[in-house]
Protein backbone atom coordinates (compact mmCIF):
# COMPACT_ATOMS: atom_id res chain seq x y z
CA UNK A 1 0.00 0.00 0.00
CA UNK A 2 1.02 3.77 -0.70
CA UNK A 3 3.02 5.31 2.10
CA UNK A 4 0.40 7.27 4.49
CA UNK A 5 1.97 10.89 4.74
CA UNK A 6 2.39 13.17 7.56
CA UNK A 7 -1.22 13.67 9.61
CA UNK A 8 -2.65 17.24 10.28
CA UNK A 9 -3.81 17.50 13.90
CA UNK A 10 -6.11 20.49 14.23
CA UNK A 11 -7.66 18.95 17.82
CA UNK A 12 -4.68 19.78 20.12
CA UNK A 13 -4.99 23.49 18.87
CA UNK A 14 -8.93 23.49 18.99
CA UNK A 15 -8.71 22.08 22.44
CA UNK A 16 -5.98 24.04 23.75
CA UNK A 17 -8.29 27.66 22.64
CA UNK A 18 -11.26 26.40 24.26
CA UNK A 19 -9.90 25.59 27.38
CA UNK A 20 -8.17 29.06 27.19
CA UNK A 21 -11.44 30.13 27.06
CA UNK A 22 -12.93 27.97 30.24
CA UNK A 23 -10.04 29.06 31.92
CA UNK A 24 -10.92 32.94 31.44
CA UNK A 25 -14.31 32.60 32.37
CA UNK A 26 -13.49 31.04 35.75
CA UNK A 27 -11.16 33.40 36.80
CA UNK A 28 -13.42 36.40 35.77
CA UNK A 29 -16.57 34.62 38.25
CA UNK A 30 -17.87 37.29 40.69
CA UNK A 31 -19.57 36.17 43.62
CA UNK A 32 -23.07 38.13 43.21
CA UNK A 33 -26.37 36.03 42.59
CA UNK A 34 -26.51 38.65 39.39
CA UNK A 35 -23.38 37.68 38.14
CA UNK A 36 -23.37 34.31 38.74
CA UNK A 37 -26.20 34.18 36.77
CA UNK A 38 -25.44 35.86 33.90
CA UNK A 39 -22.52 33.66 34.04
CA UNK A 40 -24.59 30.72 34.03
CA UNK A 41 -26.34 32.45 30.72
CA UNK A 42 -23.31 33.00 28.87
CA UNK A 43 -22.07 29.28 29.90
CA UNK A 44 -25.56 28.09 28.15
CA UNK A 45 -25.45 30.36 25.49
CA UNK A 46 -21.53 28.82 24.62
CA UNK A 47 -23.02 25.01 24.99
CA UNK A 48 -25.11 25.89 22.49
CA UNK A 49 -23.14 27.67 20.25
CA UNK A 50 -20.73 24.75 20.66
CA UNK A 51 -23.16 21.64 20.64
CA UNK A 52 -24.82 23.64 17.17
CA UNK A 53 -21.34 24.11 15.42
CA UNK A 54 -20.42 20.04 16.46
CA UNK A 55 -24.45 19.18 15.34
CA UNK A 56 -23.58 16.99 12.39
CA UNK A 57 -27.54 17.18 11.52
CA UNK A 58 -26.58 21.38 10.78
CA UNK A 59 -23.40 20.87 8.69
CA UNK A 60 -23.68 21.20 4.61
CA UNK A 61 -21.99 19.00 2.45
CA UNK A 62 -21.15 19.89 -1.59
CA UNK A 63 -20.47 16.57 -3.59
CA UNK A 64 -19.49 16.43 -7.20
CA UNK A 65 -18.84 13.07 -8.88
CA UNK A 66 -16.80 13.42 -12.20
CA UNK A 67 -20.40 12.16 -14.25
CA UNK A 68 -23.64 10.22 -12.88
CA UNK A 69 -23.70 7.91 -15.91
CA UNK A 70 -20.67 5.61 -14.17
CA UNK A 71 -21.59 2.18 -13.10
CA UNK A 72 -19.33 2.25 -10.20
CA UNK A 73 -19.34 5.78 -9.29
CA UNK A 74 -23.74 5.43 -9.20
CA UNK A 75 -22.74 2.78 -6.30
CA UNK A 76 -20.22 4.92 -4.61
CA UNK A 77 -22.33 7.92 -4.54
CA UNK A 78 -25.54 6.63 -3.56
CA UNK A 79 -23.81 4.43 -0.58
CA UNK A 80 -22.30 7.40 0.50
CA UNK A 81 -25.38 9.45 0.64
CA UNK A 82 -26.67 6.68 2.52
CA UNK A 83 -24.17 6.68 5.29
CA UNK A 84 -23.82 10.13 5.68
CA UNK A 85 -27.35 10.19 6.45
CA UNK A 86 -26.80 7.16 8.71
CA UNK A 87 -24.39 8.98 10.76
CA UNK A 88 -26.97 12.08 11.03
CA UNK A 89 -26.54 14.24 8.43
CA UNK A 90 -29.70 15.70 7.18
CA UNK A 91 -30.79 14.60 3.40
CA UNK A 92 -31.15 18.04 2.60
CA UNK A 93 -28.20 19.26 3.66
CA UNK A 94 -26.13 17.32 1.56
CA UNK A 95 -26.13 18.50 -2.38
CA UNK A 96 -24.57 16.02 -5.04
CA UNK A 97 -24.14 17.90 -8.13
CA UNK A 98 -22.93 15.41 -11.71
CA UNK A 99 -19.84 17.36 -13.36
CA UNK A 100 -20.82 15.26 -16.53
CA UNK A 101 -17.18 15.15 -17.87
CA UNK A 102 -16.34 19.10 -17.42
CA UNK A 103 -13.79 20.19 -15.68
CA UNK A 104 -15.15 23.95 -15.98
CA UNK A 105 -18.81 22.57 -15.00
CA UNK A 106 -17.40 21.06 -11.96
CA UNK A 107 -15.45 24.15 -10.96
CA UNK A 108 -18.46 26.38 -11.08
CA UNK A 109 -20.59 24.14 -8.87
CA UNK A 110 -17.38 23.63 -6.60
CA UNK A 111 -18.11 27.73 -6.53
CA UNK A 112 -21.86 27.74 -5.83
CA UNK A 113 -21.26 25.32 -2.72
CA UNK A 114 -18.78 27.22 -1.48
CA UNK A 115 -20.84 30.87 -1.77
CA UNK A 116 -24.28 28.64 -0.43
CA UNK A 117 -21.92 28.15 2.73
CA UNK A 118 -21.05 24.17 2.82
CA UNK A 119 -18.82 23.59 5.92
CA UNK A 120 -16.75 20.10 3.59
CA UNK A 121 -16.33 19.65 0.01
CA UNK A 122 -16.45 15.98 -1.37
CA UNK A 123 -15.16 15.96 -4.48
CA UNK A 124 -14.60 13.21 -7.48
CA UNK A 125 -12.69 15.31 -9.49
CA UNK A 126 -12.88 15.15 -13.09
CA UNK A 127 -9.61 16.13 -14.58
CA UNK A 128 -7.13 15.45 -11.33
CA UNK A 129 -4.35 17.46 -13.43
CA UNK A 130 -6.38 20.52 -12.86
CA UNK A 131 -6.64 19.32 -8.80
CA UNK A 132 -4.63 22.40 -7.96
CA UNK A 133 -7.59 24.52 -8.84
CA UNK A 134 -9.90 22.95 -7.01
CA UNK A 135 -7.64 22.42 -3.77
CA UNK A 136 -7.38 26.38 -4.04
CA UNK A 137 -11.36 27.25 -4.01
CA UNK A 138 -11.55 25.37 -1.33
CA UNK A 139 -8.46 26.60 0.65
CA UNK A 140 -8.87 30.06 -0.31
CA UNK A 141 -12.93 29.83 1.31
CA UNK A 142 -11.27 27.87 4.47
CA UNK A 143 -13.50 24.74 3.56
CA UNK A 144 -12.09 21.54 4.36
CA UNK A 145 -11.93 19.06 1.03
CA UNK A 146 -11.98 15.54 0.93
CA UNK A 147 -11.36 13.99 -2.75
CA UNK A 148 -12.36 10.08 -3.62
CA UNK A 149 -11.88 7.89 -6.11
CA UNK A 150 -10.02 9.93 -8.90
CA UNK A 151 -6.39 10.32 -7.43
CA UNK A 152 -4.73 14.09 -7.83
CA UNK A 153 -0.79 13.97 -7.94
CA UNK A 154 1.82 12.98 -5.93
CA UNK A 155 3.19 16.96 -6.51
CA UNK A 156 -0.64 18.10 -5.88
CA UNK A 157 -0.51 15.94 -2.84
CA UNK A 158 2.75 17.11 -1.62
CA UNK A 159 0.80 20.95 -1.43
CA UNK A 160 -1.52 19.81 1.07
CA UNK A 161 1.24 18.17 3.59
CA UNK A 162 3.28 21.14 3.13
CA UNK A 163 0.70 23.67 3.86
CA UNK A 164 -0.82 21.84 6.60
CA UNK A 165 -4.16 22.11 5.04
CA UNK A 166 -7.45 20.38 5.49
CA UNK A 167 -7.59 18.32 2.22
CA UNK A 168 -6.92 14.25 1.68
CA UNK A 169 -7.69 11.78 -0.41
CA UNK A 170 -9.55 8.75 0.15
CA UNK A 171 -9.40 5.64 -1.99
CA UNK A 172 -7.45 2.60 -2.63
CA UNK A 173 -4.13 2.12 -4.52
CA UNK A 174 -4.27 1.08 -8.12
CA UNK A 175 -1.37 -0.70 -8.02
CA UNK A 176 -3.12 -3.53 -5.88
CA UNK A 177 -6.30 -3.99 -8.16
CA UNK A 178 -3.78 -4.38 -11.13
CA UNK A 179 -1.70 -6.90 -9.46
CA UNK A 180 -4.50 -8.99 -8.12
CA UNK A 181 -5.31 -8.59 -11.74
CA UNK A 182 -2.25 -10.13 -12.74
CA UNK A 183 -2.39 -12.52 -10.25
CA UNK A 184 -5.59 -14.08 -11.01
CA UNK A 185 -4.20 -15.02 -14.76
CA UNK A 186 -0.89 -16.12 -13.38
CA UNK A 187 -2.84 -18.31 -11.22
CA UNK A 188 -4.52 -20.52 -14.02
CA UNK A 189 -1.02 -21.28 -15.05
CA UNK A 190 1.07 -20.61 -17.75
CA UNK A 191 0.15 -23.99 -19.38
CA UNK A 192 -3.38 -23.41 -19.82
CA UNK A 193 -3.50 -19.77 -20.65
CA UNK A 194 -0.93 -20.51 -23.14
CA UNK A 195 -3.22 -21.59 -25.67
CA UNK A 196 -0.72 -21.64 -28.90
CA UNK A 197 2.03 -23.40 -26.42
CA UNK A 198 4.74 -20.76 -27.91
CA UNK A 199 5.67 -20.11 -24.38
CA UNK A 200 4.45 -16.14 -25.13
CA UNK A 201 1.29 -14.83 -23.35
CA UNK A 202 -1.24 -12.27 -25.97
CA UNK A 203 -2.81 -10.12 -24.77
CA UNK A 204 -5.16 -7.22 -25.20
CA UNK A 205 -5.55 -4.27 -22.99
CA UNK A 206 -8.63 -2.20 -22.98
CA UNK A 207 -7.90 0.99 -20.78
CA UNK A 208 -10.08 3.61 -19.10
CA UNK A 209 -9.55 7.29 -19.15
CA UNK A 210 -5.88 7.58 -19.22
CA UNK A 211 -5.74 10.66 -16.59
CA UNK A 212 -6.88 8.44 -14.13
CA UNK A 213 -4.18 6.95 -12.01
CA UNK A 214 -6.69 3.83 -11.94
CA UNK A 215 -5.90 3.24 -15.58
CA UNK A 216 -2.57 3.90 -15.75
CA UNK A 217 -1.20 1.53 -12.67
CA UNK A 218 -3.91 -1.33 -13.75
CA UNK A 219 -2.46 -1.23 -17.54
CA UNK A 220 1.06 -2.00 -15.74
CA UNK A 221 0.48 -3.80 -12.67
CA UNK A 222 -1.72 -6.25 -14.65
CA UNK A 223 0.52 -7.13 -16.90
CA UNK A 224 3.82 -6.65 -14.20
CA UNK A 225 2.47 -9.75 -12.35
CA UNK A 226 2.90 -11.93 -14.95
CA UNK A 227 6.36 -10.85 -15.47
CA UNK A 228 7.59 -11.39 -12.20
CA UNK A 229 6.71 -14.86 -12.71
CA UNK A 230 8.85 -15.22 -15.59
CA UNK A 231 5.99 -15.07 -18.22
CA UNK A 232 6.96 -13.82 -21.27
CA UNK A 233 4.35 -11.43 -22.51
CA UNK A 234 3.32 -9.86 -25.99
CA UNK A 235 1.15 -6.78 -26.03
CA UNK A 236 -1.39 -7.51 -29.25
CA UNK A 237 -3.69 -4.13 -28.64
CA UNK A 238 -4.06 -1.28 -26.33
CA UNK A 239 -6.59 1.40 -26.82
CA UNK A 240 -8.74 3.78 -24.54
CA UNK A 241 -12.39 2.33 -23.65
CA UNK A 242 -12.81 5.52 -20.99
CA UNK A 243 -14.62 3.40 -18.76
CA UNK A 244 -17.48 2.50 -21.39
CA UNK A 245 -19.14 -1.12 -22.00
CA UNK A 246 -19.99 -0.08 -25.46
CA UNK A 247 -16.83 1.02 -26.59
CA UNK A 248 -14.98 -1.46 -25.17
CA UNK A 249 -16.96 -3.93 -27.06
CA UNK A 250 -16.37 -2.23 -30.25
CA UNK A 251 -12.39 -2.32 -29.20
CA UNK A 252 -12.62 -5.74 -28.53
CA UNK A 253 -14.32 -6.95 -31.43
CA UNK A 254 -11.86 -5.08 -33.30
CA UNK A 255 -8.88 -6.61 -31.40
CA UNK A 256 -10.07 -10.44 -31.54
CA UNK A 257 -10.77 -10.09 -35.30
CA UNK A 258 -7.40 -8.73 -35.83
CA UNK A 259 -5.50 -10.81 -33.49
CA UNK A 260 -7.46 -14.08 -33.15
CA UNK A 261 -4.40 -15.48 -31.43
CA UNK A 262 -5.99 -13.39 -27.96
CA UNK A 263 -5.13 -15.03 -25.01
CA UNK A 264 -5.79 -12.54 -22.37
CA UNK A 265 -7.86 -9.59 -21.85
CA UNK A 266 -7.37 -7.33 -19.27
CA UNK A 267 -9.89 -4.47 -18.71
CA UNK A 268 -9.26 -1.59 -16.20
CA UNK A 269 -13.16 -1.95 -15.03
CA UNK A 270 -15.70 -4.95 -15.28
CA UNK A 271 -18.09 -2.24 -17.63
CA UNK A 272 -15.46 -3.15 -20.36
CA UNK A 273 -14.90 -6.53 -19.06
CA UNK A 274 -19.02 -6.74 -19.44
CA UNK A 275 -18.62 -4.86 -22.96
CA UNK A 276 -15.91 -7.33 -24.44
CA UNK A 277 -17.45 -10.35 -23.29
CA UNK A 278 -20.21 -9.70 -25.45
CA UNK A 279 -17.46 -9.13 -28.50
CA UNK A 280 -15.66 -12.65 -27.07
CA UNK A 281 -18.67 -14.65 -27.47
CA UNK A 282 -20.19 -12.95 -30.66
CA UNK A 283 -16.48 -14.22 -31.73
CA UNK A 284 -17.50 -18.05 -31.19
CA UNK A 285 -14.63 -17.85 -28.52
CA UNK A 286 -15.31 -19.21 -24.58
CA UNK A 287 -13.83 -17.42 -21.64
CA UNK A 288 -12.28 -20.21 -19.43
CA UNK A 289 -11.72 -22.69 -22.12
CA UNK A 290 -9.70 -20.60 -25.08
CA UNK A 291 -9.64 -17.30 -23.75
CA UNK A 292 -9.28 -15.45 -20.29
CA UNK A 293 -11.05 -12.10 -19.41
CA UNK A 294 -10.24 -9.74 -16.12
CA UNK A 295 -11.66 -6.94 -14.88
CA UNK A 296 -11.88 -4.60 -11.59
CA UNK A 297 -14.79 -2.78 -9.56
CA UNK A 298 -17.03 -6.33 -8.69
CA UNK A 299 -20.29 -4.83 -10.00
CA UNK A 300 -23.11 -7.12 -9.23
CA UNK A 301 -23.50 -8.29 -12.95
CA UNK A 302 -19.81 -9.24 -13.41
CA UNK A 303 -19.69 -11.24 -10.02
CA UNK A 304 -22.64 -13.50 -11.47
CA UNK A 305 -20.44 -13.85 -14.58
CA UNK A 306 -17.48 -14.99 -12.72
CA UNK A 307 -19.62 -17.16 -10.71
CA UNK A 308 -21.24 -19.14 -13.96
CA UNK A 309 -17.14 -18.98 -15.78
CA UNK A 310 -18.26 -16.53 -18.27
CA UNK A 311 -15.41 -13.74 -16.81
CA UNK A 312 -12.46 -15.19 -15.56
CA UNK A 313 -12.12 -12.67 -12.26
CA UNK A 314 -12.55 -9.23 -11.22
CA UNK A 315 -10.85 -7.26 -8.32
CA UNK A 316 -13.53 -5.41 -5.80
CA UNK A 317 -13.37 -1.50 -5.43
CA UNK A 318 -14.83 -1.69 -2.11
CA UNK A 319 -17.26 1.64 -2.20
CA UNK A 320 -18.72 1.13 1.12
CA UNK A 321 -14.98 0.63 2.82
CA UNK A 322 -13.83 4.28 1.01
CA UNK A 323 -16.93 6.16 0.89
CA UNK A 324 -17.40 5.15 4.98
CA UNK A 325 -13.98 6.80 5.04
CA UNK A 326 -14.63 9.56 3.18
CA UNK A 327 -18.01 10.10 5.51
CA UNK A 328 -15.29 9.43 8.78
CA UNK A 329 -12.79 12.24 7.40
CA UNK A 330 -15.47 14.15 6.57
CA UNK A 331 -16.98 14.14 10.28
CA UNK A 332 -13.35 14.62 11.52
CA UNK A 333 -12.62 17.91 10.04
CA UNK A 334 -16.36 19.02 11.14
CA UNK A 335 -15.27 17.87 14.69
CA UNK A 336 -11.69 19.65 14.30
CA UNK A 337 -9.96 16.23 14.57
CA UNK A 338 -7.96 16.32 11.38
CA UNK A 339 -6.99 13.79 9.07
CA UNK A 340 -3.74 12.19 7.18
CA UNK A 341 -3.32 13.40 4.13
CA UNK A 342 -3.98 9.90 2.23
CA UNK A 343 -7.12 7.81 3.83
CA UNK A 344 -6.10 4.25 2.16
CA UNK A 345 -7.93 0.73 1.31
CA UNK A 346 -7.61 -2.47 -0.09
CA UNK A 347 -8.90 -3.78 -2.78
CA UNK A 348 -9.97 -7.37 -2.47
CA UNK A 349 -9.52 -10.51 -5.95
CA UNK A 350 -12.46 -11.84 -6.86
CA UNK A 351 -13.10 -15.70 -8.56
CA UNK A 352 -14.78 -18.22 -8.84
CA UNK A 353 -14.32 -18.96 -5.63
CA UNK A 354 -15.21 -15.94 -3.31
CA UNK A 355 -17.56 -14.32 -5.90
CA UNK A 356 -20.51 -15.13 -4.20
CA UNK A 357 -19.44 -14.46 -0.78
CA UNK A 358 -18.77 -10.56 -2.28
CA UNK A 359 -22.13 -10.54 -4.11
CA UNK A 360 -23.84 -11.66 -0.50
CA UNK A 361 -21.64 -8.48 1.15
CA UNK A 362 -22.84 -5.83 -1.62
CA UNK A 363 -26.48 -6.78 -2.33
C1 LIG B 1 -13.37 2.35 -11.25
C2 LIG B 1 -14.03 2.60 -12.57
C3 LIG B 1 -14.60 3.99 -12.60
C4 LIG B 1 -13.52 4.99 -12.24
C5 LIG B 1 -14.08 6.38 -12.17
C6 LIG B 1 -12.34 3.41 -10.98
O1 LIG B 1 -11.76 3.21 -9.74
O2 LIG B 1 -12.74 1.10 -11.28
O3 LIG B 1 -15.06 1.69 -12.80
O4 LIG B 1 -15.11 4.24 -13.90
O5 LIG B 1 -12.96 4.67 -11.01
O6 LIG B 1 -13.08 7.30 -11.82
Redesign the pocket.
Known sequence: MKKKMGSLFMAGVIAAAMLSGCAGAESESADTEESAEAESAETAEQDTATESSNDISQKKIGICI?QFD????SLYRDELVNYLVDQGFSEENITVEDSELSQEKQNQQIQTMIDNGVDVLII?AVNTSEAAGITDMAVGAGIPLVYI??EPDVAEEQRWVDNGWEVTYVGCDARQSGTLQGNIIVDIGLEKVDQNDDNIVQYIMIE?DPE?I?AQYRTQFSVKALEDQGWSVKCLYDEVGN?DRESAKQLSKEALEKHPETEVVFC????MALGALESINEAGRTVGEDIYLVG??ALTEALDDVIDGSITGTVF?DYFDQSHRAAAATINYMKGAGNDHYIGCDYVMVTKDNAQEILDRIK
Request: charge should be negative; avoid cysteine; charged fraction near 25%.
Open positions: YDNFMNNRGNDWNNDSVDN
